[in-house]
Nanobody, 127 residues
Framework: VQLQASGGGLVQPGDSLRLSCTTS????????VGWFRQAPGKEREGVSC???????TYADSVKGRFTISRDIAKDTVYLEMNNLRPEDTAVYHC??????????????????????RGKGTQVTVSS
């Protein structure tokens, strides 16, 4: 099982970024995939998750600004981030867990503890 996040960068407040999580070694359609982030000196924070049924969940801090989606044919999960704020600055990681053919997302606070986690991508929001 492998996951690789990409698409981070340095942007200004109010800008947008789309992160990608490229996966391999498991069937994306049967898995829950989540994003979590970690800022310097802070604990890991769950951001968003999409379950095997396509249902998505979000942290309150990103609701209405971030959108998670997936392309099963490309084995990729996306995190579209709009109206970025300085407090969104962090390393963003994707993670997954799966059980048989149905995998629901864990609670947002537990995303960083999903079974498999990949290396992250840095997002910096600064003027």
């Amino acid at each position: 099982v492998q996951l690789q996040a990409s698409g981070g960068g340095l942007v200004q407040p109010g800008d947008s970024l789309r992160l990608s999580c490229t996966t391999s070694g498991f069937a994306l359609g049967f898995a829950a995939v989540g994003w979590f982030r970690q800022a310097p000196g802070k604990e890991r924070e769950g951001v968003s998750c999409i379950g095997s049924n396509g249902k998505s969940t979000y942290a309150d801090s990103v609701k209405g600004r971030f959108t998670i989606s997936r392309d099963i044919a490309k084995d990729t999960v996306y995190l579209e981030m709009n109206n970025l704020r300085p407090e969104d600055t962090a390393v963003y990681h994707c993670a997954t867990e799966f059980k048989s053919h149905v995998s629901n997302c864990p609670a947002i606070t537990l995303l960083a503890g999903m079974d498999y986690r990949g290396k992250g991508t840095q997002v910096t929001v600064s003027s």
